[in-house]
Each structure stands twice: as structure tokens, then as C-alpha cells.
């Protein structure tokens, strides 16, 4: 069945760098595109990116400059990197698969939860 | 970017009535066959979970009590009759074309 998994660093000092991995299973990284979605605790959900089975990438335009999605197909696994790390960048983040046809989110991670603070 | 507003923020339902939350589009997400809006449920402490995909379909699994309508910039999720596992926060998100997909805000909804 298809399963996906965050594993991240919990906490994060501001200005430093967040790497958070997505583990898959049930479902090829080459067919399917994953996207990354986080929530600031008691807040809503913000799409952040997409990284497609070509490896091509799309991402939230406030966070273009901050943000980059990868991949490595043969270990099924998706990497969310962000920079220059601020308070408000405090939220669980999600990897999530997206369908073949439509683009919505079918499959969703339990969530990494991030804190920034020195 | 599109945005989504939902609406309202949050609603409180007595037990086997209607809970109908709307979400308009800043823009259209409809084509001649399809509508790009999506629905999901929340429950505290969890990951969201799909309800409706393409405006109107019910993925596999939920209850037939869920149903979505709507297309161009306005769409709708009913929920009747409601019950009290359906407390949750709902949100749509969009996958018109290409991204950003948004979502709305989300609507916390309170069974009474």
C-alpha cells in the first residue's frame, strides 16, 4: 500500500538550514509527483512544492528564493530543503503524493514537526 | 496565484443536520469537463484526508453523507446528516493548471 514518511530534525536554529526526507512506498517516484504542504501550529495548510516524476520542480512563489524539492528515485525518497530559517518557518511539514490525473493529494505523511528557535 | 476564501471560518451543527461550507476561487478552475477544486478533511493531530476530488467526487471510502457541487469560482461541501466523527477543519485547495495548488483557510467545524 502506498505509505509515505517524514523524518526531519525536530528544531532548527533561526537562520540556519531545515533538510527534511520523504521516504515512499507503494508507488514509483518517476510516475508520481509528491508535493510538500506545511501548518504553523494551529493554523492552516500552505502548499509549498512539487517535485514531478520528470524531476521537474514547481514551488510557492514567496519561498522561491528559500526553498528546494529533490529526489532520488532509487531509494524512493524526496528531499524538502529550506534556508535561512525564520520563527514563523515553525510548522509540521507534510510530503504528500499527488494523483496521476488532477494533481490532488490522494496519499499524505503523518508530518515532521519543525520548531525555529535558538 | 489563486486564491481560495472559504467560508465560514467556523460553524457549530446540531447533530444529523446540514453543515455547508463554501469556497470561492479568485479565479476560474473549471473546464468544459472537469472542475479543479478538491476537498479534505482535517482531525486534530492528523494528516488531512481527501473527501471529494474534481469538485464533486467522492473518493473511495468516504460516506455518501459528503457531497461537493460547484464550478468556475464557486463550490460547495454538504455534509448531511452530520454526525459527530465529522467534527473536524476542511479545507480546498485547487490544482488548476500550473501551481501554486492553494488551499482555503479551512472551516473548523463543531457538531452540537
Known amino acids: 500500500q502506498v505509505q509515505l514518511k517524514e523524518s526531519g530534525p525536530g528544531l532548527v536554529a533561526p537562520s540556519q538550514s531545515l533538510s527534511i526526507t520523504c521516504t515512499v512506498s507503494?508507488?514509483?517516484?518517476?510516475?508520481?509527483?509528491v508535493s510538500w504542504v506545511r501548518q504553523p501550529p494551529g493554523k492552516g495548510l500552505e502548499w509549498l512544492g512539487v517535485?514531478?516524476?520528470?524531476?521537474?520542480?514547481n514551488y510557492h512563489s514567496a519561498l522561491i528564493s528559500r526553498l528546494s524539492i529533490s529526489k532520488d528515485n532509487s531509494k524512493s525518497q524526496v528531499f524538502l530543503k529550506l534556508n535561512s530559517l525564520q520563527t514563523d518557518d515553525t510548522a509540521t511539514y507534510y510530503c504528500?503524493?499527488?494523483?496521476?490525473?488532477?494533481?490532488?493529494?490522494?496519499?499524505w505523511g503523518q508530518g515532521t514537526t519543525l520548531t525555529v528557535s535558538s | 496565484d489563486i486564491v481560495l476564501t472559504q467560508s465560514p471560518a467556523s460553524l457549530a451543527v446540531s447533530l444529523g443536520q446540514r453543515a455547508t461550507i463554501s469556497c470561492r476561487a479568485s479565479?476560474?478552475?473549471?473546464?468544459?469537463?472537469?472542475?479543479?477544486m478538491h476537498w479534505y478533511q482535517q482531525k486534530p493531530g492528523q494528516p488531512p484526508k481527501l473527501l471529494i476530488k474534481?469538485?464533486?467526487n467522492l473518493e473511495s471510502g468516504v460516506p455518501a453523507r459528503f457531497s461537493g457541487s460547484g464550478s468556475g469560482t464557486d463550490f460547495t461541501l454538504n455534509i448531511h446528516p452530520v454526525e459527530e466523527e465529522d467534527t473536524a477543519t476542511y479545507y480546498c485547495?485547487?490544482?488548476?493548471?500550473?501551481?501554486?495548488?492553494?488551499f482555503g483557510g479551512g472551516t473548523k467545524l463543531e457538531i452540537k
Open positions: 504528500a503524493k499527488g494523483a496521476y490525473y488532477g494533481n490532488y493529494i490522494d496519499y
Open positions: 507503494g508507488f514509483s517516484l518517476t510516475s508520481y509527483g
Open positions: 517535485i514531478w516524476g520528470d524531476g521537474s520542480t
Open positions: 479565479q476560474s478552475v473549471s473546464t468544459s469537463s472537469y472542475s479543479y
Open positions: 474534481y469538485a464533486s
Open positions: 485547495q485547487h490544482s488548476w493548471e500550473i501551481p501554486p495548488w492553494t
